[in-house]
């Protein structure tokens, strides 16, 4: 376990809330776009957030002085996360589509 | 019940199956850790323990002996170390029998009396006083600390149990500790369960505690 | 919900809503306790040796737990009926272990309240004070728990395995069973304190961050159906997918609490990952929730219960916040050796039980006063607005407040002083951490407030818009008067 310099928490504190607050921006932004509440053209920003998302991420695991490996396998992790509101979306629709069709009602 | 489902993601017996599974094998991973660390938290013998052998929860004869802490370069932390033998209430030969029966009764003193609703054992309960995890080694108990001289007493464990008996003659801050009717006999089986719990290997919480004057004898 | 119209024809409803009752009237203890804690942190003088800090704060925290588990068995004996179309299995027995649990909970709070402690023995453990947060009831009165929860067990299974037993109960069931089982955890003395926290926190975490979770998970489910008309078989296919990443990441997130407790440094790793996940299906509801309330807008079917759908919406935003965004801010094994312990807990506390389980269970209530009088919708009232707004303001501002007393705890205490006795007092006495408890207290006022109005709507919403109702149906003959609830399929 590190010892932290507490010149660093601030950063730590801010940037693991900025982590899971962009992650629900690049999340919601997303399934906006795809249910047609937001135009395509929004989707730049949508990975814009994922981006923003990932660099704060970055700079908690600097400032907790993560080692080389966990920062590698963290920003792994955020390739994960990129493709995880797909995945949630496909489903949600898969299972709308599968109930709300038509001869369903 | 179920219609045939068009694929197998908007299958309500797929994704029972699934969550069945993921629970299980989640269930089964925290019990088959549970098992290790039962056997890893689970007290030393204090033949053990004279034989310097390695573990994370002292025996309760752990009174017997001086605790300090030193720095493990390997774990980055510091570690508990049981040192020479040191008198606690003028004696330093608890049996294995006498010890146990003190922890055991300052571990129920602790609980009737609530304890843990203001201070914190191992960083657990409330925020309302301090920490007592490694109270035992607070240089605040020390002979540098202000509480052995406003006891009129000469050592940690005395200081401490005359004043946890009568804590509002002993004032020290606006936010007081409150009587809480604790006999002579129930403050020293207390102040040996916070000499246990200071024993713990607490993976190095809390932080820089031994940095501290006075505090263990870190290096 | 005070009154004795009532137009439900269960039994097993009539039994929900004195559960409900009771939950409210511990609820307003939860936060009386809470203020007076509150204020003690102010002016350390207000109640010593009177009622202690420690007795305010014992109170607070276990009429919060007895409130939700409360509201949850009530709205369990709500749906129950609704689910599978049969009058509750038992319902005597039921209505019997109402009198015998209230009674129970009645004597220990006092007991707490007058006795608070004891001496040093196992008699102060079986009839006085546990001595273990949240689990501070006596040993006898665990056991009286554990009873009771055996013959809710067996009402709700019996009447499912009778009845229709749809997708909802079957998660239910399960949970439920889980749940009570969790308890017999921490029902034994040890004298050594590793031992006793690592088995404290299965019940604690297993409760509050896996199998409460996914209870709220289902009868979220139930109440969308209600309110919004949501699918019936969407809701239960994804109960299931929720179910799965709930306890996926859950179980094993129990690893956030064994960092510093004398366990092995395994749990360092083991509890970064899984509570690292543990956001992960709230996005994942997240997500849901948008696309819903995207194909939603466009449709004629409208929100037949406004007040619970407000207090849904609560419930999906403040847990992510609360358990979210305020539990990855501190659960990093780095960072939380110099916050476990802090203000930092509480801060997270409030919002996360908040937002995840009192919004949720005020929303059932919500649905119990709709059903109680027979409307087929149900509007804010001004009082009902009021509460909602003062009660999350309230609480946001109280999360808040603990933030930076928990922020300066940690540089202070921790960093500089190494959480030492002089670095606890150094932090108490900043002007930081003063400040904040200031504020805390004035916000835990505002959420008093709230509590106020919210209870003043739950007693008067219902005969007011009956009468509204029946206003509007004298004025229209024409109009059909049954507005019995439909039974779900």
Known sequence: MPYLDSSSFLTIFVSAALVILFGAAYAGTFTMIKIERLRDYMMPLAYSFWGLQTYSLWVLSVHIKSDPFTQKVLMGAMVGYLIFPHIVYFLVQRTHDACESPESH | MEERPTSVWSSTRFWRKSAGWVTGVSALLLIWLSVDTVAQISMGTDEDMQAKKPMRIFPSTVIN???????????????????????FFGRSDYSPEEADALLRHGKLTVQAKNCMSCHTLLGNGGYFAPDL????????????????????????????????????????????????????????AIVAFLKHMASIDTNGFPRNFAKMNGGVNAK | MLSKHSEVKWESQKLAINYFRVAIILFLANLLFGLLAAIQYM????LFEIIDFSVNRTLHINALVVWLLYA???????????????????????????????????VVVLVILIVQVGAGNETTIWFINEGREYLEAPRWADIGIVVVVLGFLANVFLTAFKGTRTGILTVLMFDL??????????????????????????????????????????VVGWGLIKTIGANRKIVEMWIWIELAMLFGSGILGLGHHYFWIGTPEYWWEIGALFSALEPVPLVGMFVH????????????????????FAWFVVNTFGNFLGAGVWGFMHTLPQINIYTHGTQWTPAHGHLAFYGAYAAILIGMMYIAVQGKYGLKEMRFTAAGKWGITLLTLGVLGMTMALTIAGYQQSMIERAEFGATWQGYFAAQNSRWMLQAMGWRLAMGVVTMLGFVLLFKDLLTIGPRLKAEEAAGVTANSGAASTIAEPAQA
């Open chain 2, 65 to 87: 002996h001086k605790v300090t802490y030193e720095y493990d370069a390997k774990r980055g932390h510091e570690v508990p170390v049981i040192g020479e033998k040191e008198a």
């Open chain 2, 133 to 188: 995890t490694k109270a035992w080694l607070d240089p605040a108990w020390s002979e540098s600390g202000p509480y052995m001289a406003m006891t009129g007493t000469a050592t940690r464990e005395e200081a401490m149990a005359k004043f946890m008996m009568h804590p509002s003659t002993y004032p020290t801050h606006a936010r007081r500790m409150p009587e809480l009717g604790i006999t002579e006999d129930e403050a020293k």
């Open chain 3, 43 to 46: 002016y350390p003088n207000f």
């Open chain 3, 72 to 106: 949850m068995i009530g709205s369990v004996y709500w749906l129950l009926p609704e689910e599978t179309g049969i009058e509750t299995v038992g319902i005597g027995i039921g209505k019997l272990l109402f009198y015998v649990l209230t009674g129970a909970i009645a």
């Open chain 3, 177 to 218: 069973l889980a749940l009570a089982g969790l308890y017999l955890a921490g029902m034994f003395f040890t004298k050594n304190i590793a031992m006793d926290q690592f088995w404290w926190w299965w019940v604690v975490h297993l409760w509050v961050e896996a199998t409460w979770e996914v209870y709220v998970a289902a």
């Open chain 3, 289 to 308: 929730v948008i696309y819903d309330w995207g194909k939603q807008a466009g449709k004629k079917h409208g929100v037949s219960n406004k007040p619970a």
